[in-house]
T-cell receptor, first 111, second 114 residues
Framework: QKEVEQNSGPLSVPEGAIASLNCTYS??????FFWYRQYSGKSPELIMS????GDKEDGRFTAQLNKASQYVSLLIRDSQPSDSATYLC???????????FGTGTKLQVIP | EAQVTQNPRYLITVTGKKLTVTCSQN?????MSWYRQDPGLGLRQIYY???????DKGDVPEGYKVSRKEKRNFPLILESPSPNQTSLYFC?????????????FGPGTRLTVL
């Protein structure tokens, strides 16, 4: 079982819709969770971080964490063509320093 | 400008010829890390460093070496490169020593080993 799993996609949504990206992780001691966006040919950049159960909102983005289910998700409201990218889920075990990334989900927003 | 720089950005080399990819950050970050990115495999951590002279292995350290003699620099060394090390490499840095903060990534180095 992979430490961090994501559906590779592509996930296609129409412009203005809600895009829902999902990530599961295997190690229950995981403490810190991150969503990075990576445009083709570019380096990853942070979208959201979340550390405790529940929702965290930042503009059009909402991260959701459920540690009991070992599940973290990213919702993008009012999706725009500029949101088309690969979204990487990353997990840190807190105190162990190693960071593990999922393979990423490719999102396509159709105008 | 706060940034992570890597050099070279592109490199084609031959099997067995030692090479070094440099990484430097100007944000006074404690944590630095190297990743490789391959299609279908995502970003995999090679080595990370929590502070000067403190490094540890990530998920795929075989065939690589690192050093952290200064806080700002974290070079990646391939002493005898092989074709399976052909990949896109990213250096990253983070303020926290534990890796539980945002990481800032360099622009990447595309390495081809023939």
């Amino acid at each position: 079982q992979k430490e961090v799993e994501q559906n590779s996609g592509p996930l296609s949504v129409p412009e203005g819709a809600i895009a829902s990206l999902n990530c599961t992780y295997s190690d229950r001691v995981s403490q810190s969770f991150f969503w990075y966006r990576q445009y083709s040919g570019k380096s990853p950049e942070l979208i959201m971080s979340i550390y405790s159960n529940g929702d965290k909102e930042d503009g059009r983005f909402t991260a959701q964490l459920n540690k009991a289910s070992q599940y973290v998700s990213l919702l993008i409201r009012d999706s725009q063509p500029s949101d088309s990218a690969t979204y990487l889920c990353a997990v840190n075990k807190g105190g162990y320093q190693k960071v593990t990334f999922g393979t990423g989900t490719k999102l396509q927003v159709i105008p | 400008e706060a940034q992570v720089t890597q050099n070279p950005r592109y490199l084609i080399t031959v099997t067995g010829k030692k090479l070094t990819v440099t990484c430097s950050q100007n944000m006074n970050h404690e944590y630095m890390s190297w990743y490789r990115q391959d299609p279908g495999l995502g970003l995999r951590q090679i080595y990370y460093s929590m502070n000067v002279e403190v490094t540890d292995k990530g998920d795929v350290p075989e065939g690589y070496k690192v050093s952290r003699k200064e806080k700002r620099n974290f070079p990646l060394i391939l002493e005898s490169p092989s074709p399976n090390q052909t990949s896109l490499y990213f250096c990253a840095s983070s303020l926290s020593t534990s890796g539980d903060n945002e990481q800032f990534f360099g622009p990447g180095t595309r390495l081809t080993v023939l």
